[in-house]
């Protein structure tokens, strides 16, 4: 990449994030313009990712340079579902889709039985293995068993089949109890992920701010401010209008 | 008193963004080296589980992120792709994730720069082109990958390369791993991990750290990095220090701003409810 377009992408780069975080402060039109460029811009992305690396070398290649017409059969299959488009032949699509019915489901219907439920409980049992007790690893026993009541008491609260008290409404607290002590090691994580990518904004703000590029975070930055000092001037009502309002 | 902590507990959210803007950017111009204390064990596992394998061994890497993800992520890649090249291992990288080819093509020129230089591309490592639907890309895999993948990234006969030598499916490789910001990881435990019966290792955001536990427990994952600190730990333990490490300084005083603000809230709210 030359310098120029280094620069040039270090500019936009600095501008669209400023623009977006300027939401922040109030909305405005930079922040619409550079969220419709988001859309726009992934879009294409994806478009002339697909074209140039997967259409190209795996559809048009093939046909018209080594004749193989095997690949119109899928590529005719994924074009019957665009027709979804136009009612009069949208009944096409139905083959598409089939297909992908069939063969999603016959692919993840055993496969997710397999991975997450059945070596899930798997996993549940095995501290419980007398091969594993006669380890005389106390910890893992331990483990075995908070993991053992967490998992049969949660269940116990998402089974409405019977009323909730005695026994199973005591089962039924411990389980929120261990839900509560999920859902906050998921928001702590959560925050951290959250300010992970903060972060990672800002540090390339900070490096697009260097006169490499020319200042630009410093220059975009100032020019934000003095749009919002002269909307706000612009914008204000006049003092008798606000009196009397 | 009280008509005091009413006033702060009305405070302008716009005050709370600046304060964290500032903690934030205090440690990208002032770096405060903050010790990082607690290596995870699961980043532990991984790195002993890529420490383990002999020169030559065959690492399969799939980076399915996009740049919403790519400061939790992409220091978690460099750093396993670091501590691979270190190890002599052949890395193929590819990835099911459209948003990715840019981030990956950022990676292809550092490997030559900086990540490891005295690697050669179609030797040591090789990067794939980008495959829609995954889920046939990863059941291929486990059959003929050379089906799906007869070129590489730039259109070069894959089979021929000296970095594929005696690799036709994933049965054929050492370990495999996805850094991802989606549900990929799933899809790669079930429909190639668990199916083919290989080695899987994972790297994920932090927000989705927590449900991979259970695939950790049952050793469906070999081993997890999860978000920046996952990050950082790995870097610590291969002795790089690189974005990761640098983020923690501001994750940590983040953190401790999040536990004041919410000490000091709830501190009020007794206070005006009790006293």
Redesign the interface.
């Known amino acids: 990449m030359s310098e120029t377009m280094l620069i040039f992408g270090g500019w936009v780069a600095a501008g669209l994030t400023i623009f977006l975080f300027s939401f922040l402060y109030k909305d405005n039109p930079f922040f619409k313009t550079a969220e419709h460029l988001y859309l726009g811009a992934g879009m294409g992305w994806v478009f002339q990712t697909v074209l140039f690396q997967t259409w190209i070398p795996k559809v048009w290649d093939p046909l018209t340079k080594q004749g193989d017409w095997t690949v119109l059969v899928p590529t005719v299959l994924g074009l019957t579902l665009v027709t979804q488009f136009f009612p009069r032949v949208s009944w096409l699509s139905r083959y598409g889709f089939t297909f992908i019915m069939g063969y999603g489901s016959g692919l993840v219907i055993p496969l997710t039985i397999s991975t997450d439920l059945l070596k899930q409980i798997g996993g549940t049992m095995a501290p419980f293995m007398v091969s594993e007790i006669n380890r005389g690893n106390i910890w893992s026993l331990v483990n075995g068993s908070i993991i053992a009541i967490g998992f049969i008491c949660v269940l116990f609260y998402f089974f409405f089949s019977v009323e909730h008290k005695g026994a199973i409404k005591k089962a039924s607290n411990i389980g929120i109890y261990f839900l509560m002590l999920y859902f906050g090691a998921a928001f702590g994580n959560t925050v951290m992920g959250r300010f992970s990518l903060l972060y990672g904004r800002f540090d390339d703000l900070y490096k697009y701010s260097a006169p490499k590029y020319f200042y630009a975070t410093h220059v975009i930055l100032a020019a934000l401010v003095i749009y919002f000092i002269v909307d706000h001037f612009r914008t204000r009502k006049p003092a008798v209008e606000e009196e009397a309002a | 008193m009280k008509n005091t902590i009413e006033k702060i507990l009305k405070i302008d959210r716009?005050l709370i963004?600046l304060a964290?803007?500032l903690l934030?950017?205090f440690p990208?111009?002032r770096p405060l080296g903050l010790p990082n204390k607690n290596i995870g064990n699961e980043v532990k596992a991984l790195h002993d589980k890529i420490e383990g394998l002999p020169a030559g061994s065959f690492l399969m890497l799939s980076l399915d992120y996009d740049p919403?993800?790519?400061?939790?992520l992409h220091p978690q890649a460099v750093a396993v792709i670091k501590h691979a090249f270190r190890k002599d291992l052949r890395i193929m990288i590819l990835t099911l994730n459209?948003?990715a080819?840019?981030l990956i093509d950022e990676i292809g020129e550092r490997i030559p720069k900086d990540i490891a230089p005295s690697k050669k591309y179609g030797t040591d490592y090789v990067i794939l082109?980008?495959?829609?639907n995954p889920?046939a890309v990863m059941?291929q895999l486990g059959m003929d990958m050379f089906q799906i993948y007869d070129?590489d990234?730039d259109?070069a006969d894959l089979k021929s390369m000296p970095v594929m030598k005696g690799i036709r499916n994933v049965k054929d490789m050492q370990l495999g791993m996805c850094i991802t910001g989606t549900a990929m990881l799933d899809y790669w435990?079930?429909?190639t991990a668990?199916?083919f019966k290989m080695p899987f290792a994972g790297g994920t955001?932090?927000?989705s750290?927590?449900?991979y536990a259970?695939y950790l427990?049952?050793?469906?994952l070999k081993g997890l990095m999860?978000?920046?600190?996952g990050a950082a730990d790995y870097e610590l333990l291969i002795g790089e220090k690189e974005?990761g490490t640098?983020?923690l300084d501001?994750?940590s005083l983040?953190?401790i701003m999040?536990i004041a603000l919410i000490v000091v809230a709830n501190i009020m709210m007794l206070w005006l409810k009790y006293l």
């Open positions: 716009r963004f964290l803007t934030l950017v990208i111009v919403a993800t790519r400061p939790e459209a948003g080819t840019g082109p980008y495959q829609p889920v059941t070129k990234r259109g435990v079930a429909y668990d199916k955001t932090a927000v750290q927590i449900g259970p427990q049952t050793g469906q999860g978000g920046m600190k974005k640098a983020g501001a994750l983040a953190h999040v």
